[in-house]
Nanobody, 123 residues
Framework: VQLQASGGGLVQAGGSLRLSCAAS????????MGWFRQAPGKEREFVTT????????YYEDSVKGRFTISRDNAKGTVWLQMNSLKAEDTAVYFC?????????????????WGQGTLVTVSS
């Protein structure tokens, strides 16, 4: 599986961005997907995850109510809608796929990673 993330950019605080992650291969519908981020000088951290059939989602506390993960298995795509962006959301955002249907917040449990897309929020 190859993952291609896109949609990053520069936005003012309070603004919105929508990240996309397109997956190759026919097994996308059997994979849980996740978004992680890495700010400059910091460790990669979990943002959100969605199960293979979209029944389950989970969010890191700081993004709850502001970010929404969704997916379309027919299109092989997962999205991250980010609203009310804050300066502390500035990071490179990575999408990841897990060869399990169930979600996970742990990066080491994901098997495939995209290249990352930079989100910069100006205050």
């Amino acid at each position: 599986v190859q993952l291609q993330a896109s949609g990053g950019g520069l936005v003012q605080a309070g603004g919105s961005l929508r990240l996309s992650c397109a997956a190759s291969g026919r097994t996308f519908s059997t994979y849980a997907m996740g978004w992680f981020r890495q700010a400059p000088g910091k460790e990669r951290e979990f943002v959100t995850t969605i199960s293979c059939g979209s029944a389950t989602t989970y969010y890191e506390d700081s993004v709850k109510g502001r970010f929404t993960i969704s997916r379309d298995n027919a299109k092989g795509t997962v999205w991250l809608q980010m609203n009310s962006l804050k300066a502390e959301d500035t990071a490179v955002y990575f999408c990841a796929a897990r060869r399990e249907c169930s979600t996970s917040v742990y990066a080491e449990r994901y098997d495939y990673w995209g290249q990352g897309t930079l989100v910069t929020v100006s205050s």
